[in-house]
């Protein structure tokens, strides 16, 4: 499991800074509805939530 923030979307691509500044692009479809630049995800293979503990700052 690993966590990332959004940083942008190019056209159907999210592209997210995963732990240490690696950047990896994640096909929009593959997030949660509602997913926006800035959030937290959680990535468990290929389960992507949007962090809650981050939703409450």
């Known amino acids: 499991m690993v ?3 959004i940083d ?3 056209g159907k691509v999210a ?3 995963i732990d240490g500044g690696v ?3 994640y096909p929009k479809s593959a997030l ?3 997913a926006k630049v ?3 995800l959680i990535i468990d293979g290929d389960n992507i939530s949007i962090s809650k503990e981050a939703l409450k700052n």
Do not use: C, Y
């Open 3 to 5: 966590q990332g923030i």
């Open 8 to 10: 942008r979307f190019e």
């Open 15 to 17: 592209v997210v800074e």
């Open 23 to 25: 950047m990896k692009d």
């Open 38 to 40: 800035g959030d937290m």
């Open 32 to 34: 949660p509805k509602g």
